[in-house]
C-alpha cells in the first residue's frame, strides 16, 4: 500500500540552526500537509501546499517555517532558527484532493537543545 | 474555530468488553475521520464518515456520524489488547483545506 515516507525520524538540534524536514508523498497525490504535535498535546495544523504554493497555514507557520517542492517527489518542511518551543513530531500528509482523505507518514521527532 | 472535544480523555477496559468513545463539536464537518496514533508514531487512518447519519464497519469497530455532521462515535465490540493506542477524531468543513483534531481518547485493553 502506497505511504507516505519522511526522513529523518528523529534529529536532535541547537538552538538557532536551521533544520530540514523532508516528505515523500503519495505518488498521485496533489496536496500536501504538515502537521505537528507538541509531546502529550494534540495534534496541529501548520500548512497545507498544492499546486507549488501554500493554500492555507496556521498562525504557528511564522516567518522561521517555508515550504518547498524542490523535484516531482520531495516536499520539505524548513525551520530557518529553531527555538526550544519547536520541539516536537512533525508529520507530512497528503491527499489527493482538498477535502478528500489525508494519509500521514510516520513523523520525524525533532529536539531542539 | 472550530473545537473537537472527544471523550473519554482515557478509558481502561478488560479484554472482551464493549466500548464506545465519542467525538463532539458545535461545528459542522464536511467529513471526519478517525485514526489510530501508536507512541512516536503518525496517525493511521481508520475511516473517513462524510454523510449525515452514515455508519461504517471495520470487523469490530462501529463507525457513526450524526445526523447533523457535528458529532462522531466509535463503538468497539469486544475489545483485544490489540486494539490498545490512541484514537484520534479528525474534522474538515468549510472552505478549510486543514483538519482540526480532538485530543484522543488512550485506550487500554487488558488482557
Known amino acids: 500500500e502506497p505511504e507516505v515516507t519522511q526522513t529523518p525520524s528523529h534529529q536532535v538540534t541547537q538552538m538557532g540552526q536551521e533544520v530540514i524536514l523532508r516528505c515523500v508523498p503519495i505518488?498521485?497525490?496533489?496536496?500536501f500537509y504538515w502537521y505537528r504535535q507538541i509531546l502529550g498535546q494534540k495534534v496541529e495544523f501548520l500548512v497545507s501546499?498544492?499546486?507549488?504554493?501554500?493554500?492555507?497555514k496556521s498562525e504557528i507557520f511564522d516567518d522561521q517555517f517555508s515550504v518547498e517542492r524542490p523535484d516531482g517527489s520531495n516536499f520539505t518542511l524548513k525551520i530557518r532558527s529553531t527555538k526550544l518551543e519547536d520541539s516536537a513530531m512533525y508529520f507530512c500528509?497528503?491527499?489527493?484532493?482538498?477535502?478528500?482523505?489525508?494519509?500521514f507518514g510516520e513523523g520525524s521527532w525533532l529536539t531542539v537543545v | 474555530t472550530q473545537l473537537l472535544e472527544q471523550s473519554p480523555q482515557f478509558l481502561s477496559i478488560q479484554e472482551g468488553e464493549n466500548l464506545t468513545v465519542y467525538c463532539n463539536s458545535s461545528?459542522?464537518?464536511?467529513?471526519l475521520q478517525w485514526y489510530r496514533q501508536e507512541p512516536g508514531e503518525g496517525p493511521v487512518l481508520l475511516v473517513t464518515?462524510?454523510?449525515?447519519?452514515e455508519v461504517k464497519k471495520l470487523k469490530r469497530l462501529t463507525f457513526q456520524f450524526g445526523d447533523a455532521r457535528k458529532d462522531s462515535s466509535l463503538h468497539i465490540t469486544a475489545a483485544q489488547p490489540g486494539d490498545t493506542g490512541l484514537y484520534l477524531c479528525?474534522?474538515?468543513?468549510?472552505?478549510?483545506?486543514?483538519?482540526?483534531f480532538g485530543k484522543g481518547t488512550l485506550l487500554t485493553v487488558n488482557p
Open positions: 479528525a474534522g474538515s468543513g468549510g472552505s478549510n483545506y486543514k483538519l482540526t
Open positions: 464518515v462524510v454523510t449525515g447519519g
Open positions: 500528509a497528503s491527499s489527493t484532493g482538498p477535502r478528500n482523505t489525508i494519509y
Open positions: 461545528s459542522v464537518f464536511s467529513s
Open positions: 505518488s498521485n497525490h496533489l496536496y
Open positions: 501546499f498544492y499546486n507549488n504554493e501554500i493554500s492555507e
